[in-house]
C-alpha cells in the first residue's frame, strides 16, 4: 500500500501528479480538492468552495502533464495535445505583478490573475507544471521504486528510491529480510 495523502512538499507540478495513486484520484469531488488545496496552503492562490468546475479544471491540467512530463524525462518532445492544453490554461488566466509595500518595510511583488476560481487556479497549476518541464532537472524525477506505489518524486539526494522512505522504503527493507529468512528454522 502506498501513502496516499497527503504526500506534498515536491514541486508543486509533482505534487499534482502524485493525486492520483495507485488507490485512486484524490481530487475526484469537491472535498477532496479542497483538502489538497489546503494541504498546498501558501503556494496557491485560495479558491474559496472548491466546486465541480475546480475539480475539472485541475484534472485537465494533470491529465496534460502527465504525459508531458513523461517525455521530458525521456528527452523527448511532449505530446502537442498536452502542451495546447497547458497553454489553454495559462492563456485563461493570465497573470501581471502588482508591486506593493509591507509593513515589515520591504516591497514585493506578487503574481495576480484577475480570473473565476478554476481558471485561475488552472493556470497557476499549467505554471508550476511549465516550471517544472523547463527546469535542467526534470531529467531526474523519479518514480518510487515501491512495487505499488505510483508517486513521483524529485530527489535531492542521489541515492533517494523511494517516495517516503518511512513508508515505501520500510516496506521493502521488510520484504527484504522476511524474503531471506523465510523458511529458516526458528531459533
Do not use: I
Not at 492563456?91 to 481558471?119: I, K, M, Q, V
Amino acid at each position: 500500500m502506498t501513502v496516499t495523502f497527503p504526500l506534498t512538499g515536491e514541486p508543486l507540478a509533482l505534487d499534482l501528479l502524485n493525486t492520483l495513486t495507485a488507490e485512486g484520484d484524490l481530487v475526484a469531488d469537491p472535498a477532496g480538492l479542497a483538502d489538497w488545496l489546503d494541504a498546498q496552503a501558501g503556494r496557491l492562490t485560495p479558491v474559496g468552495a472548491a466546486g465541480a468546475a475546480e475539480v475539472a479544471a485541475v484534472r485537465a491540467v494533470r491529465e496534460a502533464a502527465r504525459p508531458a512530463l513523461a517525455a521530458a524525462r525521456r528527452g523527448e518532445r511532449p505530446p502537442a495535445g498536452a502542451l495546447a492544453a497547458l497553454n489553454e490554461a495559462l492563456a485563461a488566466a493570465p497573470s501581471h505583478r502588482a508591486l506593493a509595500w509591507t509593513r515589515e518595510g520591504g516591497t514585493t511583488a506578487p503574481a495576480h490573475r484577475p480570473a473565476d476560481p478554476a481558471p485561475r487556479l488552472a493556470a497557476e497549476l499549467a505554471e508550476a507544471v511549465a516550471d517544472l518541464l523547463t527546469d535542467p532537472r526534470v531529467g531526474q524525477v523519479r518514480e518510487c521504486e515501491a512495487h505499488d506505489c505510483v508517486l513521483l518524486f524529485l530527489p535531492a539526494h542521489p541515492r533517494r528510491r523511494w517516495c517516503v522512505a518511512s513508508v515505501c522504503g520500510n516496506r521493502a527493507r521488510v520484504a527484504r529480510y522476511y524474503a531471506r529468512h523465510k523458511g529458516q528454522p526458528d531459533e
